[in-house]
């Protein structure tokens, strides 16, 4: 932190953060901070226009903070920008809120039947006198006897195998 004793001259009065600072505070990176600022979406109190370095005030870094629980939540940059600079109604916000979490719900439900996939390929597995000697197959053989205990009659859960098994 800059103290108000060797603030240089024209500096503001309050306490600022330099933007790696805050970049270390957050865990993000200063080309990160810079792209926010480059979209607008939060701009430093003060930059130096000798050395060029950007200070941060409370503010600020309070809507830095917004930032990152927003682009956590799955917002878009553009959609950020909206909702901090007051570029959406509460209704919209709540809608937005609602699309996000119906997306991190399809997920959720993706995730859960991968999860089932894998249950069900670990139970023919273990039920297989096959798959017993897995390692004693040639390449061919294995193959034939791996397409066997994934396959599924589902094409849908056939997809979800495949990204289980290749993940």
């Known amino acids: 932190m800059d103290h108000e004793d060797n603030r240089p001259e024209g500096k503001p009065e309050t306490l600022l953060m330099r933007i790696g600072e805050i970049a270390a505070f957050f865990n993000v990176s200063v080309k990160a901070i810079r792209i926010y600022e480059k979209k607008g979406i939060i701009v430093p109190a003060w930059t ?51 699309q996000k979490r119906k997306a991190w719900q399809d997920v959720i439900s993706s995730a859960e039947m991968k999860i089932d996939a894998i249950e069900k390929i670990s139970e023919r597995i273990s039920d297989s006198k096959e798959a017993a000697r897995l390692h004693q197959l040639t390449d061919e053989e294995r193959a034939w006897l791996l397409v066997k205990m994934v396959c599924v009659e589902d094409v849908r859960g056939q997809s979800v195998l495949s990204e289980a098994i290749w993940l």
């Open 48 to 98: 130096d226009p000798e050395t060029g370095y950007r200070y941060y005030s409370a503010d600020q870094v309070q809507t830095l903070n917004a930032l990152l629980e927003l682009k956590t939540l799955g917002f878009s940059l553009s959609e950020i920008k909206k909702i901090i600079k007051g570029g959406m109604s509460n209704g919209e916000f709540i809608a937005a809120l609602a």
